[in-house]
């Protein structure tokens, strides 16, 4: 299986900081990595897929880049509903594997 | 629109099996992937298995290749993840969800708590 391993595992941040989120899978996975938030008691909300593709409603202080093995989430202003853990997933293997997740504390 | 749906929460003992449904609506089912994933207490999030209801071909991670089975009835549209012989460590919240055409799982059910215990 393919290794995803996310850095920081938690942080804490100030309303209106930009905070970034790096994720590095353990081989290539070319573009194919996925962005999801979750909060207690609810479902993964998917942000952004194929690495940098925004999903719809999601809004655009989030935005996520990179290819091959190193990934960055960026939540460009820190805002208070965001406070959850953000994982990465790769969907490049037919088996996923999600990055043990980051908490981001406000 | 899109919907999954899952079925309510259990509680088991351990060495019994589980059982679970996913029911979607609101695009063609047999076109999508539907994934499980799991979430035991303070941990993260957990792949488990995927199942493509067009064909009905499985992928299952492989800490659970033996002991989970996805299966589909499309002709009421819903996935069924059973896993048996549970121990404590299976209690988490099980989460059904679509893959979407661009990558990753785009709808989500609302998951399933369930419990292991003696």
């Known amino acids: 299986d393919i290794q995803m391993t996310q850095s920081p595992s938690s942080l804490s941040a100030s309303v209106g900081d930009r905070v970034t989120i790096t994720c590095r899978a353990g081989q290539s996975i070319s573009s194919y990595l996925n962005w999801y938030q979750h909060k207690p008691g609810n479902a993964p909300k998917l942000l952004i897929s194929?690495?940098?593709s925004l999903q719809s409603g999601v809004p655009s202080r989030f935005s996520g880049s990179g290819s091959g093995t190193d990934f960055t989430l960026t939540i460009s202003s820190l805002q208070p509903e965001d406070l959850a853990t953000y994982y990465c997933?790769?969907?490049?293997?037919?088996?996923?594997?999600f990055g043990q997740g980051t908490k981001v504390e406000i | 629109q899109v919907q999954v749906m899952q079925s309510g929460a259990e509680v088991k003992k351990p060495g019994a099996s589980l059982r679970i449904s996913c029911k979607a609506s609101?695009?063609?089912?047999?076109?999508?992937?539907i994934h499980w994933v799991r979430q035991a207490p303070g941990q993260g999030l957990e792949w488990m298995g995927a199942?493509?209801?067009?064909?009905?071909?499985?992928n299952y991670a492989q800490k659970l290749v033996g002991r989970v089975t996805l299966t589909t009835d499309t002709s009421t549209t819903t996935v069924y993840m059973e896993l048996n012989s549970l121990t404590l460590e299976d209690t988490a919240v099980y989460f059904c969800a679509r893959e979407s055409n661009y990558g990753g799982a785009d709808y989500w059910g609302q998951g399933t708590p369930v419990t292991v215990t003696s």
């Open positions: 997933q790769q969907s490049y293997s037919s088996r996923w594997t």
């Open positions: 609101g695009y063609t089912f047999a076109d999508s992937y």
């Open positions: 194929a690495g940098s």
């Open positions: 199942i493509y209801p067009g064909d009905h071909s499985t």
